[in-house]
C-alpha cells in the first residue's frame, strides 16, 4: 500500500465503505453501545471484560487471528481478533483498515510476548475512514502540510498532542489563580466603533445592521476599565485579540490575550501579583521546571527578577536623556546604532527603537520601570518626576511579554494625551491611538485608582521556545486556493519590435505592447495571486504565458502587421507617436490623416495558439542576438 496513489487508496476505501453497508454495518453511527473506560484504565483490569472506543493504528492480519493497535486520548493498547471468537463477523475485519474509529468489547490478557491486550468478543464500527493516515514513522516533515492540517499533525507527533493540552492548562491555571485572588471574568466586546487600549493597525469590518464600519478589538482595556468605573473591583478577560500586523516568530495578527484591573491598586502591588500569578502558572503547568531554554537564552524563573530602570539603561547605553531629547539626537543615535527607522519617525517611535536594540540582548526575567510619558498614553504619571510613568513592562529573552500600569484616572490629563496621540495619528502614524471621547466622558464620572496588566499566549510560546504559528492549533496561512489553477502552455505573446529603435525607445515599445495585450486578454493572465516565499512574503505572479521579445527591420514589421490582421490573432501596432503623447485625441487626429502604407511601425505584439503565432513570428531573431 505503501506505493498506492492515494487516489487509489480512496477508491479502496470507499469500495469498502460500500461492502460494510452490504453486510449491514452502519459505518457511521451515533455513539458506541456499550459504556467504556480510557485505554489507559484498561491496563489494571487483568483477566476482566472491558469495552474501550478508539482509532485503528495499525492492522497486522495472520490467517485466522488478526492483531491491531487501538488508541485514545489517553493511550494505546494492542488487540486481539480471532475467528473462533468472532465467528461471523470476523469477516468484517477486511473492510477496515488503519485510521477507522471503533469500539470493542473482550478480556484483557497478557500475550506470551508480554504485551497487554484485550482479547476481543465483540466491536462496533465507528467511523470508517477513507484516507490513509500519514506513516507514523516518517512523521509529517513539510511544516506547511502540518499547520494545513494539524489535525493529522496531532494524531502523529505526541509532542504537538501535548502541547496544546499545556496550552489549555496555561489559561486554566490564570482563571484558578484569578478565582482564588478574588477576580470576575467578564466578557466584553470583540466589536468596537473605535479601537483602543494598544498600538496596532486594526481590522475593520461592517456591520450591515445599522451600515456602519466597526473594528475588531486590538486590546480589551478601555472595556474592562469602564467595568472598573461601574463599580467591579477585580476583573477580568481571556479572549481574542486583533491586530492586523505582520507574521512572525513572535506576532500573529489573532492571538489568545488576557488582560486584568485591578482597583484601589497600583503598579508596585501589581508587581507583586503578577510575579505570585506567572510563579503559580508555571508550577501547574510544568511543575518543578524553573529554568528554560527560550530563543537561544537560559531563563531562570526561580531566581530573582531583574530590576531595570528605562532611564539608567538609555543613558548608559546611548548617553542620552529620554525623558528630555530632541528627535535629531534620537535619529543621530538611531544612526550611529545602525537601526533602521521610517523617514517620517517621531520621538516615541525613536526612542522605543533605541529601546528595543537594548532589549534584545536581556535573558530575563526582568522588570523594566520608569518608562517616560510619551510612550505611555494611559498610564499614571509618578509623582516624583512626571515625565515617567508608574508603568511595569515584563522582559524574558530578549523580548517584552507583558505590560502593567497605574492607570490614569485623571480625565483631564487622558484627554491631553489621547489628543496628543490623534495629532501622531493625523500626521501619519497608523499604530497612534484614537481619541475616544466616550470613555474619557466615563472617566468624567470618576474611576478609582486602578492598576491594570495585559499579556498574551506568546508568554506560553516562549515557554514552550516555539514560533507563534507552532504554538497555536490551527495558524493562519494563506489560502491553498492560490496554488491551484494549472498553467496554460498552448498560448503565448510576441513582441516585435523596430531593430534601429534607441534603447529608451524599445523599453516604451516593449512595456506598452505587453501592458496593452495583457489587459486585452479574455484567458486568464495568471495561475493566482502571488508566489510565496519560505517565510510566507508574497511575491506577485508574473503571466503565465512565455512573452518572448523578437527585433525585425521596418519593412519587416510592416508586413508583418498585415499577415497578423488577416490570422484573427490578438494584436497590437504601436507607432512613433504613440511615445510622443498619451492624449488619445491627438493620436486619432494623426492616424486618420495618414493611410496604413504611410503609417510607421515600430513594434507588433501579437498573442495566441503558440502554433499559430510561430509561423508569423519564427523568421525574426531573438532581441539581443540568436534565435
Not at 500573529?252 to 506567572?278: Q, R, S, T, V
Not at 499614571?380 to 524574558?396: C, T, Y
Not at 505592447?513 to 486578454?521: P, R, T
Request: some cysteine; hydrophobic content about 40%; aromatic content about 12%.
Amino acid at each position: 500500500m505503501a506505493n498506492q496513489s492515494l487516489e487509489n487508496i480512496r477508491k479502496d476505501r470507499l469500495d469498502k465503505l460500500e461492502k460494510l453497508k452490504l453486510l449491514g454495518v452502519n459505518p457511521y453511527p451515533s455513539k458506541y453501545s456499550r459504556p467504556r473506560v480510557p485505554i489507559a484504565m484498561t491496563r489494571d483490569q487483568m483477566g476482566r471484560e472491558v469495552s474501550a472506543v478508539g482509532r485503528l493504528w495499525s492492522l497486522r492480519e495472520h490467517g485466522n487471528i488478526v492483531f491491531a493497535d487501538l488508541k485514545d486520548s489517553s493511550g494505546k493498547i494492542q488487540l486481539f481478533f480471532q475467528r473462533n471468537n468472532l465467528k461471523d463477523s470476523f469477516g468484517i475485519l477486511k473492510a477496515l483498515d488503519a485510521g477507522d474509529f471503533i469500539g470493542v468489547s473482550g478480556t484483557v490478557i497478557k500475550t506470551d510476548a508480554g504485551e497487554t491486550t484485550i482479547d476481543v468478543t465483540s466491536f462496533e464500527v465507528l467511523g470508517k475512514s477513507l484516507r490513509p493516515m500519514p506513516n507514523s514513522w516518517e512523521g509529517l516533515k513539510d511544516t506547511e502540510i502540518r499547520y494545513r492540517k494539524r489535525y493529522l499533525d496531532m494524531n502523529i507527533n505526541p509532542e504537538v498532542y501535548q502541547r496544546f493540552l499545556r496550552r489549555s492548562r496555561f489559561w486554566d491555571a490564570h482563571r484558578e489563580f484569578f478565582k482564588k485572588n478574588g477576580f470576575v471574568e467578564i466578557n466584553i466586546p470583540v466589536l468596537e466603533q473605535i479601537p483602543g487600549g494598544g498600538d496596532a493597525k486594526p481590522f475593520v469590518t461592517h456591520m450591515d445592521a445599522i451600515d456602519q464600519d466597526f473594528y475588531l478589538r486590538i486590546s480589551q482595556e478601555l472595556y474592562l476599565k469602564r467595568l472598573i468605573g461601574g463599580g467591579y473591583e477585580k476583573v477580568y478577560e481571556i479572549g481574542p485579540r486583533f491586530r492586523n500586523e505582520g507574521l512572525s516568530d513572535e506576532h500573529l495578527p489573532e492571538h489568545i490575550a488576557m488582560e486584568c484591573y485591578w482597583a484601589y491598586a497600583d503598579w508596585k502591588d501589581g508587581m507583586k501579583f503578577i510575579h505570585d500569578m506567572f510563579d503559580f502558572v508555571i508550577k501547574v503547568v510544568y511543575g518543578d521546571k524553573k529554568v528554560f531554554d527560550i530563543r537561544g537564552f537560559k531563563v531562570d524563573f526561580g531566581k530573582e527578577w531583574e530590576l531595570i530602570d528605562f532611564g539608567q539603561v538609555m543613558k548608559k547605553k546611548y548617553d542620552l536623556d529620554v525623558y528630555n531629547t530632541p528627535l535629531s539626537k534620537l535619529v543621530e543615535a538611531l544612526s550611529q546604532q545602525r537601526i533602521l527607522f521610517e523617514p517620517n519617525i517621531n520621538v516615541p517611535r525613536a526612542v522605543d527603537l533605541l529601546w528595543k536594540n537594548i532589549r534584545k540582548d536581556i535573558a530575563g526575567p526582568a522588570w523594566l520601570i520608569n518608562h517616560p510619558k510619551f510612550l505611555s498614553p494611559l498610564q499614571k504619571p509618578n509623582i516624583a518626576n512626571p515625565d515617567m510613568v508608574e508603568r511595569i513592562q515584563w522582559i524574558v529573552a530578549g523580548s517584552e511579554l507583558g505590560n502593567g500600569w497605574s492607570e490614569v484616572n485623571d480625565p483631564i490629563d487622558q484627554f491631553e494625551r489621547f489628543s496628543e496621540q490623534q495629532r501622531l495619528r493625523d500626521a501619519g502614524d497608523q499604530e497612534a491611538q484614537w481619541l475616544d471621547t466616550d470613555y474619557v466622558e466615563m472617566l468624567e464620572y470618576g474611576m478609582p485608582p486602578t492598576f491594570g496588566w495585559g499579556s498574551s499566549e506568546r508568554v506560553f510560546w516562549f515557554l514552550e521556545n516555539v514560533s507563534a504559528r507552532e504554538g497555536v492549533p490551527f495558524p493562519q496561512l494563506r489560502s491553498e486556493v492560490n496554488t491551484k489553477a494549472k498553467q496554460d502552455f498552448s498560448q503565448k505573446m510576441v513582441i516585435v519590435i523596430d531593430q534601429d529603435l534607441p534603447s529608451w525607445q524599445v523599453m516604451n515599445t516593449s512595456g506598452h505592447l505587453a501592458a496593452f495585450l495583457g489587459n486585452k486578454m479574455k484567458a486568464p493572465f495568471d495561475t493566482g495571486k502571488f508566489f510565496l516565499t519560505k517565510d510566507e512574503v508574497p511575491l506577485p505572479r508574473n503571466s503565465q504565458y512565455a512573452v518572448i521579445t523578437l527585433s525585425a527591420k521596418k519593412v519587416e514589421l510592416k508586413k508583418l502587421l498585415a499577415d497578423v490582421q488577416k490570422s484573427g490573432l490578438l494584436y497590437l501596432a504601436y507607432i512613433p507617436e504613440m511615445m510622443q503623447t498619451t492624449d488619445d485625441k491627438k493620436l486619432e487626429n494623426i492616424v486618420k490623416l495618414k493611410d496604413l502604407d504611410d503609417i510607421e511601425v515600430v513594434g507588433v505584439s501579437i498573442f495566441g495558439p503558440v502554433e499559430k503565432v510561430e509561423q508569423l513570428t519564427s523568421k525574426f531573431t531573438l532581441w539581443g542576438g540568436g534565435k
